[in-house]
């Protein structure tokens, strides 16, 4: 056997290294480093770093709605369930309606995704709101619609579906959006509910006045 690392101090301390090491992190203010940093360490692909867009106040937007009490929404329960609720500043609901049995006629009834009839769901709490898609680009582009139809906002969008079809194409929605949302995305294809889940810890563990953040 080859040697390797055996305590869990000494792996994670070398995984943090090796990835600052070889991710190019300058174009990133230091607050978004870090939840980059997050997402390359749960993708295990440093160029992950290289498809990310961002508005520059999306990790202070996020993090402030937090400690004002707002929910969190998610399109998926993987992604519900990989936010580590006790990093939550107020105890903030975080809120996935996916398996809500009544979606199913819903979708059925409107043609469209369960995931699209979810997120109507969320029009009650979505002002102010932090957004975490991981999973379903339907889902995104219905938010979009959503805030374009009745003016609510939410705080911030974390937007990281993955996969062939309508991915990168939601995300570019996101990113062009005319209604000033501030966001995080990873470009084209890639994403998914683990690099969603680590920047929505990373922004919850950020402390907004001393610019530092929560070790794990």
């Known amino acids: 056997m080859p040697d390797y690392l055996r305590t869990g101090e000494e792996i994670y301390e070398e995984s943090f290294r090796i990835i600052r090491a070889e991710t190019n992190l300058a174009r990133f203010p230091a607050d978004v480093s870090r939840a980059v940093v997050r997402m390359v360490h749960a993708a295990g692909a440093t160029d992950i770093a290289d498809d990310v867009n961002f508005t520059p106040g999306v990790v202070a937007a996020a993090n402030t709605a ?4 707002a929910p969190i929404f998610c399109d998926s329960s993987m992604v519900s369930t990989g936010i580590i609720r006790s990093r939550l500043p107020r105890d903030n609901d975080v809120i996935c309606h996916i398996k809500d049995p009544a979606l199913v006629e819903i979708a059925a009834a409107r043609g469209i995704t369960k995931t699209m009839a979810a ?4 029009l ?27 003016g609510a906002r939410p705080a911030a969008v974390i937007g990281i ?4 079809v309508g991915a990168a194409e939601s995300k570019e929605a996101l990113v062009a959006n005319p209604f000033g949302l501030d966001y995080l995305v990873v470009r084209g294809r890639r994403g998914g509910s683990a690099m969603t889940v680590a920047a929505v ?16």
Not at 66 to 69: E, I, S
Not at 119 to 122: K, R, S
């Open 66 to 69: 937090l400690r004002a009490g």
């Open 119 to 122: 997120v109507d769901l969320w």
């Open 124 to 150: 009650p709490r979505l002002e102010g709101a932090v957004v975490a898609v991981g999973n379903a680009p339907t889902a995104l582009f219905r938010l979009l619609e959503i805030v374009a139809e009745t």
């Open 161 to 164: 579906p993955v996969g062939f």
């Open 201 to 216: 810890n990373a922004i919850a563990s950020t402390d907004e006045l001393t610019n530092t953040s929560r070790q794990d």
